[in-house]
Antibody, heavy 121, light 107 residues
Framework: QVQLQESGPGLVKASETLSLTCTLS????????WSWIRQPPGKGLEWIGY???????GYNPSLASRVTMSVDTSKNQFSLKLRSVTAADTAVYYC???????????????WGQGTMVTVSS | DIQMTQSPSSLSASVGDRVTITCRAS??????LNWYQQKPGQAPKLLIY???SSQSGVPSRFSGSGSGTEFTLTISSLQPEDFATYYC?????????FGGGTKVEIK
């Protein structure tokens, strides 16, 4: 079955760029939407953005000025870059498949295990 | 942005209880509403999509209803493995947004 695995540094210095990669196994990045979602410690979920295999993207306006997402279909990977990080960006970051089908079906159906990223000063 | 408000934020219940969680949207989202379950240290899991459709493999005691601005997730008979935090999420418009969560604890 399809599985997602996040990878990247667990510690990033303030003002630098957070970079994460999600590797897909058991499936293809083609013809699907992919997202990143984060969860600060003890808090709720925040959607960061999505991308499609064509490279088209959509970002949360609250983060759009600092976010770039990209996909490498040849490697079955997609990535997240978040620039100029602060302590407020400390969170567990999840890569997720966004399942869209027909009317009303638009949900996050497959999640990676998540990776904790801490921003240090 | 569409704001999603869940109530209650937490509840205590016993095994076998019927539990209902409410999610309200700040504007109509038709049936673009999903529910997730998250256990400590784990990623969220999709339970219900399109307001009332059960994801494959989800026990039948979980059900969703509603449309427009008000939605409910019902657990018909709470089981020990159901103690978790539940989130609603709208997929009507960007940015996609989540409710603040409802923590279901053991009474």
């Amino acid at each position: 079955q399809v599985q997602l695995q996040e990878s990247g540094p667990g510690l990033v210095k303030a003002s630098e760029t957070l970079s994460l990669t999600c590797t897909l196994s058991g499936g293809s990045t083609r013809t699907h939407y992919w997202s990143w979602i984060r969860q600060p410690p003890g808090k709720g979920l925040e959607w960061i953005g999505y991308l499609y295999d064509t490279g088209s993207t959509g970002y949360n306006p609250s983060l759009a000025s600092r976010v770039t997402m990209s996909v490498d279909t040849s490697k079955n990977q997609f990535s997240l870059k978040l620039r100029s990080v602060t302590a407020a960006d400390t969170a567990v970051y999840y890569c997720v498949r966004r399942w869209r089908s027909g009317t009303y079906t638009d949900a996050f159906d497959i999640w990676g295990q998540g990776t904790m990223v801490t921003v240090s000063s | 942005d569409i704001q999603m408000t869940q109530s209650p934020s937490s509840l205590s219940a016993s095994v076998g209880d019927r539990v209902t969680i409410t999610c309200r949207a700040s504007q109509s989202i038709s049936s673009y509403l999903n529910w997730y379950q998250q256990k400590p240290g784990q990623a969220p899991k999709l339970l219900i999509y399109a307001a009332s459709s059960s994801q494959s493999g989800v026990p039948s005691r979980f059900s969703g209803s509603g449309s427009g601005t008000e939605f409910t997730l019902t657990i018909s008979s709470l089981q020990p493995e159901d103690f978790a935090t539940y989130y609603c999420q709208q997929s009507y418009s960007i940015p996609l947004t989540f409710g603040g969560g409802t923590k279901v604890e053991i009474k």
